[in-house]
Nanobody, 115 residues
């Protein structure tokens, strides 16, 4: 059974940084597509960043140049480094893994950016 556990969210001032982590079990992150999504109150969940099994990355236009997605295969963990945070980045952030033909989700971690 695939499980994802996120951590690293919190409250930060605008311009600050946070690093989110997503520890996977039941599969190997290196062979699957991993992504980070976010959902703000009264808004739809949106894709923030994705990294393929081959290591290529893609980002939402709103976070390009500020966020970096990566993974540590030895730790079976994915990361989202978030710099120059803005109040509009406030949301619940979810880790996603596409494995065995299915989408798996973490429980979410709250990120709040104060102005």
């Amino acid at each position: 059974q695939v499980q994802l556990v996120e951590s690293g969210g919190g409250l930060v001032q605008a311009g600050g940084s946070l690093r989110l982590s997503c520890v996977a079990s039941g599969t190997t992150v290196s062979i699957n597509r991993m992504g980070w999504y976010r959902q703000a109150p009264d808004k739809q969940r949106e894709l923030v960043a994705v990294i393929s099994s081959g290591g290529s990355t893609n980002y939402a236009d709103s976070v390009k140049g500020r966020f970096t997605i990566s993974r540590d295969n030895a730790k079976n963990t994915g990361y989202l480094q978030m710099n120059s945070l803005k109040p509009e980045d406030t949301a619940v952030y979810y880790c996603n893994l596409f494995a065995y033909g299915m989408n798996y989700w973490g429980q979410g971690t709250q990120v709040t950016v104060s102005s």
